[in-house]
Structures are given as structure tokens and as C-alpha cells.
């Protein structure tokens, strides 16, 4: 049952999820796990931009340390498993660093084999003063071999022209699509579930979202459910080697699938112990992945030209 309100959801249903939450660091516990099990491993790791829970190092250093925990990543994933890697810019002194194509050369190094680089929009952050302001990060999704998990029916969009026929060849005037949807582009964007497009527009989680936790870098969940919906099966397990506040671990749970998290901060883990039994009882927000994200009215105030402003233009001294 989901019962609904402007900003979220609670949802109420039985699950069959199986569900670990494990206190430490990734690299040693990752060792302690057996071969090939999880089909999915998705996660956003540290950025090395001195948040409370990451020392900052150098480039070299962190991604030195950050193979070593992706080569057993590799070790754990199944022969027809995915890896998602969800990453934004390492910043020194002005200069950015796009950790994406930093990790892309590791990832290869072990032979996986990328079949998207998504990007995910945002239209809230920190603003830039000496370059543009960051509105978007990346997800490179691998797969460890040619035979891997893809429900394309889980993620299919509604036919822009269902009634489109082919116009030549041996199918001529017969229907060109498919009854069950298209299968949506490597763009996607998503408002009213609309898989249409790579550009995956989601809000980020700050201040006023229904799931923002004390956590500064939370990602929403609806970030990580399209990837459990697509490329797991119902009773697949997935990982989250980094997990925070337990984002992965809620969209796994919430679709049947099993899963584990592994995460250092003890804080961390008991909001995600939290969430999890909040979400058994029916109590956890959930930003809905239906909802449209918000336009403002032209008549709203904060949508509206300040006066101060416009006596700035019209006076000459706008800069």
C-alpha cells in the first residue's frame, strides 16, 4: 500500500529481503566475502574532498587506495553481475579532476567493459565563483562480462508515436514498435517516470528533501532503484561498499532484492539501522519516483526579478 502526500511516500508491503549492514572499512571486510556473489555492486564513493568521514590525500594516493578496494569489488562480482560507480570532480586549488575518466582506466585495467557513462543532473549545489557552478555527476556502468543481468522490460517507456509503421523493406505498413514500450535511450531524465533520456534529472538530497539525513553527500534513492530495477532479478544480491546512509540498502530492500552494506562511520550506520526499520513499519519518506520535480509559478515571489534589482538595470549599475 502507498499512501501519499505532496512530498513523499510511505511505503507499507511485505518484503523478502535478506540484509547485512557491516561496521568497517570496506578493503578488509570486502576480503572476508566469498567469490561471484553479489550481481550488482553500486555505490558513491569518498570524492577525496575532505568531508568528516575521508582524509584528503593526493590524486595518486586515493586512487592507488581506491584500486585496491575495486580489484576485490571485481573478485566479489558475479560472472553476469554489474558495477555502478557513481562520482562527481576532485577539486585542487580551482583545478578540477573528473574522477570518472581517473576510474574508467582502473575499471579496464580489470577488464570490465562499459556499457554507460550516465550523467545525473541536479539543479541545487554549491555555486562556483571563478568557473561554471557543478550541476551534474557521472555513473560508469560495468559489467564484468558479455552475459550480463539487463531487465529491459523493468525500465521501458511508453512509445512517443505507437502508431509508427515501417515504411519500406519486407515489413512495410506493419506496427515498428513494441507493444510493451521502448527501449529508452542512454539519456535519461527523470520526471514522470521518464526513462527517455541518459541526462538523469534528480533532485539531490539537501535540506528540504523528505530524505535528507545528517549525512552531507546523501544520494536519493531513486538514483540507485533504477539500476537495482534494470540490472538485478528479484533475490539478486547487490553491495554497497560505501554506504553511507543506507540509500542503496533501502532501494535494494524496497524491491526484493538482498543486499549489503558496508560503511565506517558508526553514525552512519545506526541512521541506516533506523531508516531500514522505519521502512519496515511504514514510516520511512521516500521522495516519490513519480514526482515531477518542481517548476516554480511565474507568480512567486521568489521566482520574480527582485525590485532592487531592476532599479540596478534600469539605473545602469547592474554588473
Known amino acids: 500500500m502507498k499512501v501519499k502526500d505532496k512530498t513523499f511516500e510511505f ?6 529481503s535478506d540484509y547485512e549492514i557491516i561496521l568497517g572499512e570496506s578493503f578488509h571486510n570486502l576480503k572476508k566475502i566469498e567469490d561471484g556473489k553479489f550481481d550488482l555492486i553500486i555505490t558513491s564513493p569518498p570524492y577525496n574532498v575532505g568531508k568528516e568521514y575521508e582524509t584528503k ?16 569489488l571485481v573478485r566479489v562480482t ?3 553481475g554489474n558495477i555502478c560507480w557513481q562520482v562527481g570532480n576532485y577539486v585542487e ?3 578540477i579532476f573528473p574522477l570518472d575518466i581517473f576510474y574508467y582506466e582502473i575499471f579496464k585495467k580489470y577488464n570490465l567493459k562499459l556499457r554507460n557513462r550516465i550523467v545525473w543532473h541536479f539543479g541545487h549545489g554549491l555555486h562556483a565563483s571563478n568557473r561554471f ?11 564484468k562480462t558479455n552475459n550480463y543481468i539487463f531487465n529491459l522490460d523493468n525500465v521501458r517507456v511508453a512509445a512517443k508515436y505507437p502508431g509508427k509503421r515501417h515504411f519500406k523493406g519486407p515489413k512495410k505498413g506493419k506496427l515498428s514498435g513494441n507493444p510493451r514500450g521502448k527501449n529508452p535511450s542512454d539519456v535519461w531524465e527523470i520526471i514522470i517516470k521518464d526513462w527517455e533520456n541518459e541526462l538523469w534529472d534528480i533532485p539531490n538530497v539537501k535540506s528540504n528533501h523528505p530524505e535528507k539525513t545528517e549525512h552531507p553527500c546523501q544520494y536519493p534513492i531513486e538514483l540507485v532503484e533504477r539500476c537495482v530495477l534494470a540490472l538485478t532479478d528479484e533475490g539478486s544480491w547487490v553491495l554497497d561498499p560505501f554506504a553511507g546512509v543506507g540509500s542503496t540498502m533501502i532501494a535494494a530492500i524496497k524491491n526484493n532484492r538482498n543486499v549489503v552494506g558496508i ?3 558508526k553514525k552512519y550506520v545506526e541512521i541506516t539501522k533506523q531508516r531500514i526499520e522505519k521502512l519496515f ?4 519518506k521516500i521522495r516519490p519516483i513519480t514526482k515531477q520535480i518542481h517548476k516554480p ?16 538595470q534600469f539605473n545602469g549599475n547592474y554588473k
Open 57 to 72: 590525500k593526493s590524486i595518486e594516493k586515493y586512487l592507488l587506495e581506491q584500486e585496491k578496494i575495486i580489484e576485490q
Open 297 to 312: 509559478s511565474p507568480y512567486d515571489k521568489v521566482a520574480s526579478i527582485p525590485e532592487e534589482w531592476l532599479n540596478l
Open 93 to 95: 586549488k580551482g583545478e
Open 281 to 284: 513499519d511504514g514510516e520511512l
Open 133 to 143: 557552478s557543478g550541476r551534474y555527476e557521472t555513473i560508469l556502468w560495468f559489467t
Open 263 to 265: 560503511e565506517k562511520e
Open 11 to 16: 511505503i507499507e508491503r511485505p518484503y523478502k
Open 78 to 80: 558475479s560472472s553476469k
